[in-house]
């Protein structure tokens, strides 16, 4: 296995053989997973990218 470098995602297989993702901050605390597990490991890594590319959009907050 790779030597981990954080922040990261790491993909890995829960008890029922499907893919999901953790999200890992700088200081190798996990502060998010994927809100679902994926059947196929390309959908996992296809989550990812989606996430990474939301990174420019707004936040709004509320009151």
Known sequence: ???VTYPCYIERKDN???WYWIYYASNGKAIA???ES???HSDCTH???L???SSSH???YYD
Do not use: E, V
Request: glycine letters at 10%; proline letters at 5%.
């Open 1 to 3: 296995m790779a030597t």
């Open 16 to 18: 029922q053989g499907q």
């Open 33 to 35: 997973r994927s809100s």
């Open 38 to 40: 994926y059947h196929n």
């Open 47 to 49: 989550s990812i990218t």
């Open 51 to 53: 996430i990474k590319g």
């Open 58 to 60: 707004p936040t709004f």
